[in-house]
């Protein structure tokens, strides 16, 4: 059993920027681990630009963004195995591989970083009515045979959800000459970023139906056309509402879903409203020594978050190896929020253990408009401002100060609000 200071489960955004991190830290005896047989994880099917804006300052590609930290990685000198896939982590981190090239591996490691990142939620998870033909794909699915392999799944089009991998893949699809005819979501509001509903539907005129949903799919080779209704405030299908569009190829863009079925066989808490582990202040999840970050934490709507929070992952696992953070005897306070917010990432925060500062994300329930995002310790209002709009698809956070905090100890709550006044 090979022993590493630090093993980092994923090549992706998450996994290189936590390594690079870790590294800069101090940590030389780093290995990642990824079961695609290159690094870079999704970036490299998504070709289209607006990454690395706040990591960068300049635009990028996903393949450029990912070659970015993939440099850094490579000048360091930090070890990665491809093509490996992990079989077991342990609760005492130990981590059982498996290759073609190396056959079955086992590593010990002082600290592990999750960073599987996410998979997408398939029709099997749908209660879509209709037959099982081919043409039914998910949104990455077929970003993957476009970009990557360089095959059409098919030239008339509906999308079911709106999620940013669909808006995107609409835009896609119409440049290399498909119909698009509709994006249908269910929920009143858009599950992306307002900018590719505008910049992936609006400037191609491609109908974005809110309140709809798939209710049959038709053919039994191949998908031959679609049938879509408003739904009611349930989610039920209204009759007299359907409208049927002629098609051969249906992507599902409903979702994303962390990769946490390693993370479960070890016995790391997750929470129940984003699937991805309950962590501290430093990312640690309930098993000491084990971190995470990035889509494998919770789904982030842009990679420059995804890197950012993979390096606080990769300095706090670094502390940890090096006895250099406070392992504070005292749980920490847990973070509190009013019912507008979904989850908040982390859930609870130790003052003894916080760096400089402390960045709260969250994501919101509904649309919210005029309202203010307030942060109440020990019922004091020490942080609030006002926000035009606010929606699901975006995701929001708050930056707190580890004086400020420090003022109120001993810390009673910690409160994240949405209000109106």
Same mark, same amino acid.
């Given at each position: 059993?090979?022993?590493?200071?630090?093993?980092?489960?994923?090549?992706?955004?998450?996994?290189?920027?936590?390594? $690079?991190?870790?590294?800069?830290? *101090?940590i030389?005896?780093i290995?990642?681990?990824? +079961?695609d /047989?290159?690094? #870079?994880g999704?970036?490299?099917?998504?070709?289209h630009n607006?990454?690395?804006?706040?990591?960068?300052?300049?635009?990028?590609?996903?393949p450029?963004?990912?070659?970015?930290?993939?440099?850094?990685?490579?000048a360091?000198?930090?070890?990665?195995?491809?093509?490996?896939?992990?079989?077991?982590i342990t609760?005492?981190?130990?981590?059982?591989?498996?290759?073609?090239?190396?056959g079955?591996m086992q590593?010990?490691?002082e600290a592990i970083?999750?960073?599987?990142?996410?998979?997408?939620?398939?029709?099997?998870?749908?209660?879509i009515?209709?037959y099982?033909?081919?043409?039914?794909?998910?949104?990455?699915?077929a970003q993957r045979l476009?970009?990557?392999?360089?095959?059409m799944?098919g030239r008339? $089009?509906?999308?079911l959800g709106? *999620?940013?991998?669909?808006?995107?893949?609409?835009r +896609?699809? /119409?440049?290399e #000459?498909a119909?698009?005819q509709?994006v249908?979501?269910?929920?009143p509001?858009s599950?992306?970023?307002?900018?590719?509903v505008?910049?992936c539907l609006?400037d191609?005129?491609?109908?974005?139906?809110?309140?709809?949903t798939?209710i049959?799919?038709?053919?039994?080779?191949?998908?031959?056309?679609?049938?879509?209704?408003?739904?009611?405030?349930?989610?039920?299908?209204?009759k007299?509402?359907?409208?049927?569009y002629?098609?051969?190829?249906?992507?599902?863009s409903?979702g994303l879903?962390p990769?946490?079925?390693?993370?479960?066989?070890?016995?790391?808490?997750?929470d129940?409203?984003t699937?991805g582990?309950?962590?501290?202040e430093?990312?640690e999840?309930?098993i000491e020594g084990?971190?995470?970050?990035?889509?494998v934490?919770?789904?982030h709507?842009?990679v420059?978050?995804?890197?950012?929070e993979?390096t606080?992952a #990769?300095?706090?696992?670094?502390?940890?190896?090096?006895?250099?953070?406070?392992?504070?005897?005292?749980?920490g306070?847990?973070?509190?929020?009013?019912?507008?917010?979904a989850y908040?990432?982390p859930?609870?925060?130790?003052?003894?253990?916080l760096?400089?500062?402390a960045?709260?994300?969250?994501?919101?329930?509904?649309?919210?408009?005029?309202?203010?995002?307030r942060?109440?310790c020990?019922?004091?209002?020490i942080?609030?401002q006002?926000?035009?709009?606010?929606?699901?698809?975006?995701?929001?956070?708050v930056?707190?100060?580890?004086t400020?905090?420090?003022?109120?100890?001993p810390?009673?709550?910690?409160?994240?609000?949405i209000?109106?006044?």
């Amino acid at each position: 059993m090979k022993k590493h200071a630090v093993v980092i489960i994923g090549g992706g955004p998450a996994g290189l920027a936590a390594a $690079v991190a870790a590294h800069e830290k *101090g940590i030389k005896d780093i290995l990642i681990l990824e +079961r695609d /047989t290159r690094l #870079g994880g999704i970036l490299n099917q998504c070709i289209h630009n607006g990454f690395g804006l706040h990591t960068f300052k300049e635009e990028l590609t996903g393949p450029e963004y990912a070659k970015r930290f993939i440099q850094q990685v490579e000048a360091a000198k930090i070890p990665y195995l491809l093509d490996t896939m992990v079989l077991e982590i342990t609760p005492d981190r130990e981590i059982t591989a498996i290759s073609p090239k190396s056959g079955m591996m086992q590593f010990k490691a002082e600290a592990i970083i999750l960073a599987m990142g996410c998979r997408e939620r398939p029709r099997g998870a749908l209660n879509i009515p209709g037959y099982r033909p081919a043409g039914v794909y998910t949104a990455g699915t077929a970003q993957r045979l476009v970009n990557m392999e360089g095959y059409m799944p098919g030239r008339k $089009v509906v999308i079911l959800g709106s *999620g940013d991998i669909g808006l995107i893949m609409a835009r +896609r699809l /119409t440049l290399e #000459g498909a119909d698009v005819q509709v994006v249908a979501e269910i929920m009143p509001f858009s599950g992306g970023l307002k900018r590719n509903v505008v910049q992936c539907l609006d400037d191609f005129n491609i109908p974005l139906k809110l309140n709809h949903t798939v209710i049959d799919v038709e053919g039994r080779q191949r998908v031959e056309g679609v049938t879509i209704a408003e739904v009611d405030a349930e989610r039920r299908p209204i009759k007299g509402t359907e409208e049927h569009y002629e098609c051969d190829t249906l992507l599902l863009s409903v979702g994303l879903i962390p990769e946490n079925e390693l993370s479960t066989q070890m016995g790391v808490e997750l929470d129940r409203v984003t699937n991805g582990p309950i962590v501290n202040e430093s990312l640690e999840t309930n098993i000491e020594g084990v971190f995470a970050c990035g889509n494998v934490l919770h789904v982030h709507d842009l990679v420059d978050y995804v890197s950012e929070e993979a390096t606080m992952a #990769g300095r706090k696992a670094a502390q940890f190896v090096l006895k250099h953070a406070t392992r504070a005897k005292a749980k920490g306070v847990s973070i509190e929020h009013s019912q507008e917010i979904a989850y908040t990432v982390p859930r609870t925060i130790n003052v003894e253990r916080l760096e400089d500062l402390a960045t709260i994300r969250f994501r919101l329930r509904n649309i919210y408009k005029g309202v203010y995002s307030r942060v109440y310790c020990n019922g004091t209002c020490i942080r609030s401002q006002k926000h035009r709009i606010l929606a699901p698809g975006e995701m929001e956070q708050v930056i707190l100060k580890k004086t400020e905090i420090q003022a109120f100890e001993p810390i009673q709550s910690l409160w994240i609000k949405i209000e109106e006044e």
